[in-house]
C-alpha cells in the first residue's frame, strides 16, 4: 500500500514540475526584455511552437517595433494565427497601434477596452493615446495622459516620464495652461500647472543693456536664477508629495553628477592618429589629456591612446584588455563606432560618434558627439523658448543640409504639440555668388519639412509654399551666410533680423568663426548664434590655456572642448545612464542623455551686436 501510495506521490509530483515548469516557460516568454534585440526574439520564434512561438512572435514584433523596422514588423503581424488567447490579443492590438501611430496613420482606440490590462499593457496603451492627442493637438487630453503614464511606466522609464511631463507642461502659455479641467481634489495635475506658472513668472530673461560689462551680465544672470530657486523651492514646500519633487533639481539646473568614487581610472583613448582624420584625432586627444590643467580638483586618470589608423578594431579592443583598461573612449569615426558596437566589448564604451542602426547595444555603451543634428535640435528649442511660431529653415541642398532640417523640424514637431517647421534649400556657394551678382535675392517662403515614415513621426504635406514667418534659422558656413543674409534683405526690402524688423533671424556655429569681419558683423546685427560655452563663455584666463594654434581656428577649438567634456563624461561614466537631465555643464554645452545613453548637448547663445569703431557679441540666454 505505501509502495503504491509512493508511487502515485512520484507521479504527481512529477506531472506538478512539469505544469509549474511550463508555466514558467510561458511566463518568461511574455516578458520583454529591452535590453534583447529584434535578432534575439526572433531565434526564439524559430526554436519555439505552439502558444510558446506566438509569444515570441509578439515579442519580436515589439522589438522591431522599438528599432523602427515597420515594415518587418509589420509583416510578422500578419503571420500570426488567428487563434490567440486574450493576452496575445492585447498584444497584438497594442503592437498595430504602435505601428499606426509611427507610419502617421489612423487608430481607432475606442476599439479596445483598457479593463484588465497589466501595468506595461496600460503603458503601451497611454503612449498610443498620447501621440494621437498631440497628433489631434488636444491639450487637455494630452495633460491627464502624461499623468497615466506617470502611473504605470516602469520604474526606469519613471525619470524620463517625468522630465517629458514637465517639458510638455513648461511650454504651454498661460492662456493653455488655463484651458486645462483640473478637478478639485487632483492635486497632482493642479502641481503642475501652479509649477507652471511659478517658472514661467521668475523665468524671465535678464534684461540686457548695450554697455553692460562682463560682470554685470554675470549678477543679472546669476540673480536670475537664484529667483527661479528660491521660487521653486517654495512651490516644493506647498506640494511636498508631488512627483515633480524628483525633478527639482533639473527644473532648477542644478542636477549634476559627482566624479565616480575611483582613483585614476584606467582609460583607453580611441583616435585616428594618422591619415585623413589625424587633426581631427590629435585635437580631441590634446582636450582629453589637457582636461586636468582645467579641472584639477576631479580624479585624474591613467591614459592609453591607441591609434585606429594603426590596426584593427578588435586588435585595439585586446590591447585595451590585456592592460586591464576600466573604460574605452572613443572610436571617433562613425564606421568605427559601428564596428565596436557590433564587436560588444566587454569593457564599457563612451563612443565619440553617434549610429543610428537600431539595435541595442549588450555591453554598456554611451555615446557623445558634436552632430549638427543635436544643433538643430538645440535651436529648435530656444526659437520655441522665444515664443515663435512658424520658423523658416534655409539650408543647402546636399545630404548636411537635409539631415538639418528634418532633425530641426522632429524637434519642432514635438514641442509645439504638431506644429510644422519649413524650409527653402540653396544652391552651392558658387550658385550663391552667381545669384547675387544678378541681384537675385532669395524669397521667404518655404516647403514643409517631410520625414520617412519609419522614423516614427508622421510626413508632412502642404498644397504649396508657405509664408508669413517669425523666425529664419540659417545653418550655412560663414562664406555661404554672407551671400545668404544680404540676399534674404534685398528680396524682402528691408533688412532682416536687425530688432526693427518682425521676423527674427538664428544662425549657428558653422558659420560662427574667429576672424569674422566688420562688415559680417554689420550685416548680421542683432541675428543670433549658438556655440559652445568654451567659447562663447571663457575668460580670458581660460582661453590662455588652450594652444594658440586651436584658439584661431574655432572648428578645432569645438573639438578640443570635446576632449576636455569627454574626460570629464568618463570621470562620471558609471553614474551615466539614460534619461539624465542638464546632468554636467560642459565645455560643449550642457550635457543631458537621451534614449540609449546618447549624450546629447544644450548651446550658448549669443547676439551679433555691432558699432561703428568695433564689433562686439552679447550673451543671450535661454
Same mark, same amino acid.
Given at each position: 500500500?505505501? #509502495?503504491?501510495?509512493?508511487?502515485?506521490?512520484?507521479?504527481?509530483?512529477?506531472?506538478?514540475?512539469?505544469?509549474?515548469?511550463?508555466?514558467?516557460?510561458?511566463?518568461? !516568454?511574455?516578458?520583454?526584455?529591452?535590453?534583447?534585440? !529584434?535578432?534575439?526574439?526572433?531565434?526564439?520564434?524559430?526554436?519555439?511552437?505552439?502558444?510558446?512561438?506566438?509569444?515570441?512572435?509578439?515579442?519580436?514584433? =515589439?522589438?522591431?517595433?522599438?528599432?523602427?523596422?515597420?515594415?518587418?514588423?509589420?509583416?510578422?503581424?500578419?503571420?500570426?494565427?488567428?487563434?490567440?488567447?486574450?493576452?496575445?490579443?492585447?498584444?497584438?492590438?497594442?503592437?498595430?497601434?504602435?505601428?499606426?501611430?509611427?507610419?502617421?496613420?489612423?487608430?481607432?482606440?475606442?476599439?479596445?477596452?483598457?479593463?484588465? #490590462?497589466?501595468?506595461?499593457?496600460?503603458?503601451?496603451?497611454?503612449?498610443?493615446?498620447?501621440?494621437?492627442?498631440?497628433?489631434?493637438?488636444?491639450?487637455?487630453?494630452?495633460?491627464?495622459?502624461?499623468?497615466?503614464?506617470?502611473?504605470?511606466?516602469?520604474?526606469?522609464?519613471?525619470?524620463?516620464?517625468?522630465?517629458?511631463?514637465?517639458?510638455?507642461? !513648461?511650454?504651454?502659455?498661460?492662456?493653455?495652461?488655463?484651458?486645462?479641467?483640473? @478637478?478639485?481634489?487632483?492635486?497632482?495635475?493642479?502641481?503642475?500647472?501652479?509649477?507652471?506658472?511659478?517658472?514661467?513668472?521668475? !523665468?524671465?530673461?535678464?534684461?540686457?543693456?548695450?554697455?553692460? *560689462? &562682463?560682470?554685470?551680465?554675470?549678477?543679472?544672470?546669476?540673480?536670475?536664477?537664484?529667483?527661479?530657486?528660491?521660487?521653486?523651492?517654495?512651490?516644493?514646500?506647498?506640494? &511636498?508629495?508631488? &512627483?515633480?519633487?524628483?525633478?527639482?533639481?533639473?527644473?532648477?539646473?542644478?542636477?549634476? #553628477?559627482?566624479?565616480?568614487?575611483?582613483?585614476?581610472?584606467?582609460?583607453?583613448?580611441?583616435?585616428?592618429?594618422?591619415?585623413?582624420?589625424?587633426?581631427?584625432?590629435?585635437?580631441?586627444?590634446?582636450?582629453?589629456?589637457?582636461?586636468?590643467?582645467?579641472?584639477?580638483?576631479?580624479?585624474?586618470?591613467?591614459?592609453?591612446?591607441?591609434?585606429?589608423?594603426?590596426?584593427?578594431?578588435?586588435?585595439?579592443?585586446?590591447?585595451?584588455?590585456?592592460?586591464?583598461?576600466?573604460?574605452?573612449?572613443?572610436?571617433?569615426?562613425?564606421?568605427?563606432?559601428?564596428?565596436?558596437?557590433? #564587436?560588444?566589448?566587454?569593457?564599457?564604451?563612451?563612443?565619440?560618434?553617434?549610429?543610428?542602426?537600431?539595435?541595442?547595444?549588450?555591453?554598456?555603451?554611451?555615446?557623445?558627439?558634436?552632430?549638427?543634428?543635436?544643433?538643430?535640435?538645440?535651436?529648435?528649442?530656444?526659437?520655441?523658448?522665444?515664443?515663435?511660431?512658424?520658423?523658416?529653415?534655409?539650408?543647402?541642398?546636399?545630404?548636411?543640409? =537635409? =539631415?538639418?532640417?528634418? *532633425?530641426?523640424?522632429?524637434?519642432?514637431?514635438?514641442?509645439?504639440?504638431?506644429?510644422?517647421?519649413?524650409?527653402?534649400?540653396?544652391?552651392?556657394?558658387?550658385? @550663391?555668388?552667381?545669384?547675387?551678382?544678378?541681384?537675385?535675392?532669395?524669397?521667404?517662403?518655404?516647403?514643409?519639412?517631410?520625414?520617412?515614415?519609419?522614423?516614427?513621426?508622421?510626413?508632412?504635406?502642404?498644397?504649396?509654399?508657405?509664408?508669413?514667418?517669425?523666425?529664419?534659422?540659417?545653418?550655412?558656413?560663414?562664406?555661404?551666410?554672407?551671400?545668404?543674409?544680404?540676399?534674404?534683405?534685398?528680396?524682402?526690402?528691408?533688412?532682416?533680423?536687425?530688432?526693427?524688423?518682425?521676423?527674427?533671424?538664428?544662425?549657428?556655429?558653422? *558659420?560662427?568663426?574667429?576672424?569674422? *569681419?566688420?562688415?559680417?558683423?554689420?550685416?548680421?546685427?542683432?541675428?543670433?548664434?549658438?556655440?559652445?560655452?568654451?567659447?562663447?563663455?571663457?575668460?580670458?584666463?581660460?582661453?590662455?590655456?588652450?594652444?594658440?594654434?586651436?584658439?584661431?581656428?574655432?572648428?578645432?577649438?569645438? @573639438?578640443?572642448?570635446?576632449?576636455?567634456?569627454?574626460? =570629464?563624461?568618463?570621470?562620471?561614466?558609471?553614474?551615466?545612464?539614460?534619461?539624465?537631465?542638464?546632468?554636467?555643464?560642459?565645455?560643449?554645452?550642457?550635457?543631458?542623455?537621451?534614449?540609449?545613453?546618447?549624450?546629447?548637448?544644450?548651446?550658448?547663445?549669443?547676439?551679433?551686436?555691432?558699432?561703428?569703431?568695433?564689433?562686439?557679441?552679447?550673451?543671450?540666454?535661454?
Amino acid at each position: 500500500m505505501k #509502495l503504491k501510495q509512493s508511487f502515485y506521490a512520484i507521479v504527481i509530483l512529477a506531472l506538478f514540475s512539469l505544469l509549474v515548469g511550463c508555466h514558467l516557460n510561458l511566463l518568461r !516568454s511574455t516578458e520583454y526584455d529591452e535590453t534583447k534585440d !529584434s535578432n534575439y526574439y526572433l531565434s526564439q520564434v524559430d526554436t519555439s511552437s505552439g502558444s510558446a512561438k506566438i509569444d515570441w512572435q509578439l515579442l519580436a514584433i =515589439r522589438a522591431l517595433i522599438n528599432e523602427n523596422k515597420l515594415s518587418q514588423a509589420t509583416k510578422l503581424l500578419s503571420q500570426l494565427p488567428t487563434n490567440l488567447n486574450a493576452e496575445q490579443q492585447k498584444d497584438q492590438w497594442l503592437s498595430q497601434g504602435e505601428i499606426a501611430i509611427r507610419k502617421g496613420q489612423r487608430f481607432n482606440l475606442n476599439q479596445f477596452s483598457i479593463d484588465k #490590462l497589466n501595468d506595461s499593457q496600460s503603458y503601451r496603451y497611454y503612449s498610443i493615446k498620447l501621440a494621437l492627442d498631440k497628433k489631434a493637438k488636444k491639450i487637455n487630453e494630452q495633460a491627464y495622459d502624461y499623468l497615466s503614464l506617470q502611473k504605470f511606466a516602469p520604474e526606469k522609464l519613471k525619470k524620463q516620464i517625468l522630465n517629458n511631463t514637465w517639458n510638455f507642461f !513648461s511650454k504651454l502659455s498661460p492662456t493653455q495652461l488655463s484651458k486645462i479641467s483640473v @478637478l478639485e481634489n487632483d492635486l497632482t495635475l493642479k502641481g503642475w500647472i501652479d509649477l507652471c506658472y511659478t517658472y514661467q513668472r521668475n !523665468s524671465k530673461k535678464a534684461s540686457v543693456q548695450r554697455g553692460d *560689462s &562682463p560682470e554685470e551680465l554675470e549678477a543679472k544672470n546669476t540673480n536670475r536664477k537664484n529667483q527661479i530657486k528660491q521660487a521653486i523651492l517654495d512651490w516644493a514646500a506647498k506640494y &511636498p508629495h508631488h &512627483p515633480a519633487q524628483d525633478i527639482i533639481a533639473i527644473i532648477t539646473g542644478e542636477q549634476t #553628477l559627482a566624479v565616480d568614487n575611483v582613483n585614476a581610472k584606467k582609460v583607453a583613448l580611441l583616435l585616428p592618429l594618422n591619415g585623413s582624420s589625424q587633426i581631427f584625432g590629435n585635437t580631441i586627444r590634446q582636450g582629453y589629456i589637457d582636461a586636468a590643467k582645467f579641472y584639477p580638483q576631479e580624479p585624474q586618470q591613467n591614459i592609453i591612446v591607441l591609434d585606429t589608423t594603426s590596426v584593427s578594431m578588435d586588435n585595439l579592443i585586446q590591447q585595451a584588455q590585456e592592460q586591464n583598461v576600466g573604460l574605452i573612449v572613443g572610436p571617433l569615426l562613425k564606421s568605427e563606432v559601428s564596428q565596436i558596437k557590433q #564587436l560588444a566589448p566587454t569593457i564599457p564604451v563612451l563612443a565619440l560618434n553617434k549610429v543610428d542602426d537600431g539595435t541595442v547595444s549588450s555591453n554598456k555603451m554611451c555615446f557623445f558627439a558634436l552632430s549638427p543634428e543635436d544643433e538643430a535640435k538645440d535651436a529648435a528649442d530656444h526659437i520655441f523658448s522665444q515664443n515663435k511660431q512658424k520658423p523658416l529653415l534655409i539650408v543647402t541642398q546636399n545630404d548636411l543640409g =537635409r =539631415r538639418v532640417a528634418q *532633425s530641426f523640424a522632429k524637434q519642432w514637431l514635438q514641442i509645439s504639440n504638431g506644429s510644422q517647421a519649413y524650409v527653402q534649400y540653396v544652391g552651392s556657394l558658387d550658385t @550663391l555668388r552667381d545669384n547675387i551678382n544678378h541681384s537675385s535675392g532669395i524669397s521667404l517662403t518655404g516647403s514643409p519639412i517631410t520625414f520617412n515614415n519609419d522614423d516614427g513621426l508622421t510626413s508632412m504635406t502642404s498644397s504649396g509654399p508657405s509664408t508669413g514667418f517669425d523666425a529664419i534659422y540659417v545653418y550655412a558656413s560663414y562664406d555661404e551666410l554672407t551671400l545668404i543674409k544680404p540676399m534674404l534683405d534685398m528680396e524682402a526690402g528691408k533688412t532682416i533680423g536687425n530688432g526693427a524688423s518682425s521676423i527674427a533671424l538664428y544662425s549657428s556655429s558653422k *558659420s560662427h568663426v574667429a576672424n569674422a *569681419s566688420n562688415d559680417f558683423y554689420y550685416d548680421m546685427n542683432q541675428t543670433e548664434y549658438s556655440d559652445i560655452p568654451l567659447i562663447i563663455n571663457s575668460s580670458e584666463r581660460t582661453m590662455a590655456m588652450i594652444p594658440s594654434s586651436i584658439q584661431k581656428d574655432y572648428s578645432l577649438t569645438r @573639438l578640443y572642448a570635446m576632449g576636455i567634456d569627454a574626460w =570629464r563624461v568618463a570621470n562620471r561614466f558609471n553614474q551615466l545612464d539614460s534619461y539624465q537631465s542638464n546632468f554636467l555643464a560642459g565645455m560643449t554645452g550642457k550635457l543631458s542623455t537621451s534614449d540609449q545613453c546618447e549624450v546629447t548637448r544644450a548651446l550658448a547663445w549669443q547676439q551679433y551686436t555691432y558699432a561703428a569703431s568695433q564689433s562686439s557679441s552679447k550673451q543671450s540666454e535661454n
